[in-house]
């Protein structure tokens, strides 16, 4: 097995999203600090929905490579390699078609100041986008989680940075935004290929087996294109109801606060190769509640920085940033409250409860779209903050309902040391107490007390170490 596996999934996803992001942040900084909030909004904005479009032409053939995977072993390298290849074809054809029609997606989805040249040009990064991401099913199929973290959690933005810097040193346009992109997408398919050097060989793909997994494959992309939206659908009604400059803001926002989320998401993505012995071996449900006990007690460190120095993780960014704080708190506590109550949806998508996702995450959509339509008007990235909250948290609501009257399964309870909340408020109590007025001494107080926390915290759960 490679070294890298044999730590922890938690830790290992956790701590390289955390490097990861510091990376990411840095690069952020650099850009919003360098481009006008105006140029760096539309960039966002035409790349929130480019993501979208992304999930949408995979059809769930990512997240089929790991469902088919775990339900017919003998043939894991042919299930990767034709679902990968199957998932390729959609997304080159997708491509051309949204470069036909992008006059009328234009006119239809986005502002009147989103440049139709703009749009066209990010359209390749679609099948780099997609191809990747097939790539990274294949990897945590053969078993390579950490493998997939350090890959797209910590690689992936290290070598985004160097890429935005050189470019923006020739051209301080959108172009150059787009190119640094495509140009680092090419190297990290490159490096997950490597890993999966069978997906070069293409004599024994059976393209007549096109549509042999298509039915359920399609079932679980649809899912997913619905949680991309219920992420997404707020940053693209944003720059629809307001402009770029509150997308640019609110897309930081949504980004700093989904720090919060590192831990979970570590969870999600190295449980998903189990969520079928989860339902049914008792050993694999107790570490998954530990992993998530563990899960919430590192993502309340996050939390408790984020409400202590919001106005001032902000104002890193720009001045003009400072407004999304209220927006940033929101969505942050939104996202601990997702956290705690586990993974339900997953759960269902894995064990062939697809259909009951899809009603679940629809409505949640519904809600979300509605929520939106009549929130961003009155509160702005506000609103549109609680719209995510409270559409999310909904289905997180439902799927558990379903997973403990269908599977008989209930992972919420004990889930969190009584200590590891009251350290958090007495902390945070004594944040709001101090009131530091100085930006600098504000952020590096809220930096040691955060550190302060997730020391306690790990003396206080002796078996940290132990959890995979």
């Known amino acids: 097995m490679n070294k890298i596996e044999k730590y922890n999934h938690i830790l290992t996803g956790f701590g390289s999203n955390i490097i990861g992001n510091g990376l990411m942040f840095g690069t952020t900084i650099y850009l ?26 995979l059809l769930g053939r990512d997240s089929g490579i790991i469902y088919f995977v775990q339900h017919e072993e003998n043939n894991k390298n042919i299930i990767i390699k034709e679902e990968t290849y199957f998932g390729l074809i959609f997304l080159l054809g997708g491509t051309i078609l949204m470069y036909l029609f992008s006059d009328y997606i234009i006119k239809l989805f986005f502002n009147k100041n989103t440049s139709l040249k703009y749009f066209q040009y990010s359209l390749v990064m679609i099948p780099l986008w997609g191809l990747f991401n097939l790539a990274l099913a294949g990897l945590k199929s053969k078993g390579l989680i950490n493998y997939t973290f350090v890959l797209s959690n910590l690689t992936q933005r290290a070598i985004r940075l160097p890429f935005f810097i050189v470019l923006t040193i020739f051209s301080m346009s959108y172009y150059s935004l787009v190119l640094a992109m495509i140009l680092s997408q ?41 949680v991309v939206l ?5 940053v693209i009604m944003v720059g629809k109801y307001t402009d770029n400059t509150q997308v640019a803001i609110y897309d930081t926002c949504v980004m700093l606060a989904f720090v919060v989320m590192l831990p979970f998401v570590a969870l999600v993505k190295s449980s998903e190769p189990l969520m079928k012995a989860l339902t049914t071996i008792k050993e694999v449900q107790e570490k998954y509640k530990r992993n998530l006990k563990l899960s919430i007690e590192l993502s309340l460190g996050v939390l408790l920085f984020f409400v202590i120095a919001s106005k001032d993780i902000l104002y890193i960014f720009g001045e003009t940033y400072i407004n999304g704080s209220d927006a940033l708190i929101v969505l942050s506590v939104s996202y601990m409250l997702l956290i705690v109550l586990g993974t339900p949806i997953e759960v269902l998508n894995m064990n062939g409860f697809a259909k009951a996702s899809t009603i679940i995450l629809f409505i949640s959509i519904i809600i979300n779209i509605l929520l939106n339509i009549y929130l961003i008007p009155i509160y702005g990235i506000v609103g549109a903050s609680f719209a995510t909250g409270i559409s999310l948290l909904l289905s997180k609501i439902i799927g558990l309902f379903l997973i403990k009257t269908k599977l008989n399964i209930d992972f919420i309870y004990k889930l969190v040391n009584v200590k590891a909340y009251a350290i958090f408020v007495v902390l945070l109590s004594f944040g709001f107490a101090l009131n530091i007025h100085n930006w600098i001494y504000n952020l ?14 790990i003396l206080l759960n002796k078996k940290l170490k132990v959890i995979k």
């Open 32 to 57: 919003t600090r360098t481009y006008q909030p105006e140029v760096y909004g539309e960039f966002r904005f035409i790349f929130s929905f480019i993501a979208l479009l992304v999930m949408v032409l």
């Open 186 to 226: 090419i190297v990290l398919i490159f490096l997950a290929i490597k890993k999966l050097p069978f997906l070069l060989n293409t004599k024994d793909v059976n393209f007549r087996d096109f549509f042999k997994r298509f039915k359920y494959s399609i079932q679980l992309g649809f899912n997913t294109i619905i």
């Open 444 to 457: 590096l107080f809220g930096i040691a007390i955060t550190i302060f926390y997730f020391l306690v915290a």
């Open 230 to 234: 219920l992420t997404k659908i707020d």
